[in-house]
């Protein structure tokens, strides 16, 4: 907050985080800095100092849909942000529908019960990549070898995957540049960075996997086991 707020940041917007950032929430308070916090994560008793606390957990959230992801809520917020310039007369010159492709890999990625607004949101997402992907989901699917129609199970075994690899392996920021990316020769380098991240991280869990077999021994025919 300190070093937002330093750099001329007025206005502060989580995605999936912040729902128990207590100090974050009071040093932006006590800096003047606007914090909107967007997110699904149960919260505590007690709820941040935050300009806003955008979360479908909230018990006293009128929202009817309790399990959205944290992409699922900034796009609802998007939304009702795209509802209050149209009413002052300025429509935003930008589709919405267009981040649908990268909300329904989201939804899905999370794990989300594809149920009520989840399955709405995800179903118009599968149209969008199966006819008209963006950049970068167009260059994933390509690295992934996506033949056919694109399902729930492809955005599960083959794209989020490898856009989750960069957060484990080295840095969120790759995948980041890949989802904003407008160019093809840069979303194709981006793509094919993820997914040589992605087949590290998959050598590691068959190595790690492996380490706790030998760790099991002879252990291995019990019902349950926890190795460290």
Known sequence: MQ?????GVGLGISVDTGTTCFAACEEAKRLGL??????HHLPDKHLPKAFALLNPAREDCGFSERK????GVAF???MAVWQCLRRLGEPPGYDLRLLLD?????TVADMM??????RILVAYGLQQLNHSPCVGMSALMKVARVRGKVTVE???FYIAPRINAAGRMQHGDVAMRFLLSSDMEEANALANQLDEMNKHRRNIEIKVLQQATNL?????????LMVY
């Open 76 to 78: 609802f917020l998007l």
């Open 154 to 156: 492809t955005i599960g």
């Open 216 to 224: 099991l021994g002879e252990k291995k025919q019990n019902n349950g």
């Open 3 to 7: 070093e937002a707020v330093a750099s």
């Open 68 to 71: 959205l992801c944290g992409t």
């Open 34 to 39: 606007n914090l909107i916090i967007t997110d």
């Open 113 to 118: 019960d594809l149920v009520g607004v989840n």
């Open 102 to 106: 990268r909300v329904a890999v989201a």
